[in-house]
């Protein structure tokens, strides 16, 4: 048998360097099961159609599945020197049936064929990792429903600004991961049409029918170009931002679990499976797992700004450049779908030490804007009402107090219009319970979008827990 299916016209041999140059195979190969799958789907629509014999491609199809069994198994030879997965499994099938394998690539192209597996392996991904998002949402509302009522300090500038419930601060992430699930989604839509029929550019003189193959596949409709169809990858740069986006999340996140964790804040404790020790010093347990995830947030924006940048440019339709897409597509969902995975199992095996979220939320002059606001409801301006608090506030400081220690003759003496009911307002209780406006920290706020994410979520739910 000829060494390519491609040698034709050909009359030297391709060089060894750029034979392993040009290979893609070492990676590709992790498309076979859906380029198995879509050659399946050509292959009946060909018959259907009387393009091929249907014993034809009977033969055809019987050989397809002993190679989805044989790549199953691990048993299927890989040759670099036939490029890439496309090519490996054509020249299988015509090992296995003969001949009658070569009538598989009647009206296709290994153009429309790449952009059919990509968009298939990630209409899998995504699916895949939407169920890691709604599970690491619901281990957070478990988390949120489990510590109700438990009070921390809010921050800005990483400075104590004002208490807020623990709860609300983690349904502030499932807000985020929830909005993460709705980028992919509408990703998926874009995802979800047929490539397949374009040909190598132009599209095929056969009597194809695509709707056909694209209800096999279970595609939502085609793709309207054959030039865009194969030389575009504007859903890869979309699901790299989506998937950005969820690593920016997480590295947020890592990053306060990573400070939570620290002795000076000690506002929770990795459980002792999701953390790690030092080769040296025996005392330490290190936030590993949240670090990485920080970390590889990186290789990710590169993925995205590879692609940009691949995409940049470039001439329609199809070009060599476009094969360049394949490992930063499978590294970016490997990264996504590892980051998550271990985040579900590191949230869920987090202690909160809430007496140390406690005192840490009634330190730092926490219920000052309280006090502010408490002044606006006896009639002064808010920025009077500001001037007055801050100069309270730095008695305090300077004799090494806080706000609810002055008593009421104390008070006074920076504005007569404080009454004994100001110390109802100064607690973070009292602090929380005021803010109840919708999207605030109030306890019944949170407690009614706690119960509205859960319905959103648990809806249509296909994840890890479904069971
Ligand atoms: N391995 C190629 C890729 O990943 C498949 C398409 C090759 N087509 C071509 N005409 N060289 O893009």
Redesign the pocket.
């Known amino acids: 048998m000829k060494k390519k299916p491609w040698g034709g016209r050909f009359s030297k041999e391709t060089d060894k360097t750029v034979e392993a140059f040009t290979a893609?195979v070492h990676f590709?190969k992790r498309l076979a099961p859906y380029d198995i799958e879509g050659s399946i789907a050509h292959c009946r629509m060909l018959a259907r159609q009387k393009i091929i014999p249907a014993a034809d491609a009977k033969k055809i199809l019987r050989g397809l599945r002993s190679i989805a069994r044989e790549i199953a198994e691990g048993t299927f030879p890989f040759r670099p020197e036939l490029?890439?997965?496309?090519m490996n499994i054509e020249r299988r099938l015509i090992e296995k049936i003969g001949d009658v394998g070569g009538r598989l690539h009647t009206a296709r192209?290994?153009?429309d064929?790449?952009a059919l597996d990509?968009r298939l392996y990630l209409r899998d991904a995504i699916e895949g990792i939407d169920g890691l998002l709604k599970e690491l949402i619901l281990i957070l509302l478990d988390k949120a429903k489990a510590e109700e009522g438990v009070i921390m300090p809010g921050f800005t500038h990483l400075q104590i600004a004002q208490p807020v419930l623990l709860a609300h601060h983690l349904l502030a992430y499932c807000e985020m991961f929830q909005r993460d699930r709705e980028r992919l989604a509408e990703c998926a839509k874009r995802v979800n049409r047929l490539p397949l029929g374009s040909g190598?550019l132009a599209g095929t003189p056969f009597p194809i029918d695509r709707d056909f193959v694209a209800a096999e596949l279970g595609f939502d409709g085609l793709t309207e170009n054959s030039m865009d169809a194969v030389s575009d990858r504007d859903y890869l740069v979309e699901f790299f931002t989506a998937a950005s986006l969820i690593m920016m999340h997480l590295s947020r996140f890592s990053e306060e679990l990573i400070l939570w964790s620290s002795e000076p804040f000690a506002f929770v404790e990795m459980g002792d499976d999701y953390a790690t020790g030092s080769s040296i010093m025996p005392q330490k347990k290190n936030p590993d797992v949240p670090e990485l995830v920080r970390g590889k947030t990186g290789r990710v924006y590169g993925h995205l700004m590879a692609m940009l940048t691949n995409l940049k440019g470039l001439p329609l339709t199809?070009n060599?450049d476009?094969?360049e897409?394949?490992e930063p597509l499978f590294d970016t969902v490997d990264t996504v779908v590892g980051s998550l995975t271990v985040f579900c199992g590191m949230i869920e095996s987090l202690t909160i030490r809430r007496e140390r979220m406690e005192n840490a939320a009634a330190k730092g002059f926490s219920t000052a804007t309280d006090l502010a606001d408490y002044l606006v409801r006896k009639g002064l301006p808010f920025r009077t009402a500001h001037e007055v608090t801050g100069k309270i506030v730095r008695f305090c400081m300077e004799s090494d107090r806080d706000l609810a220690s002055l008593s009421l003759d104390e008070m006074k003496t920076f504005h007569p219009s404080i009454e004994k009911d100001i110390y109802g307002v100064l607690t973070p209780k009292a602090s929380v319970d005021a803010r109840d406006v919708p999207g605030g920290t109030a306890p019944v706020r949170v407690k009614k979008r706690l119960a509205v994410l859960r319905r959103k979520v648990v809806r249509g739910f296909r994840g890890r827990r479904s069971g």
């Open positions: 893609s590709d490029e890439d997965i496309h192209s290994r153009n064929q790449v990509t190598a199809y060599r476009l094969q897409d394949k």
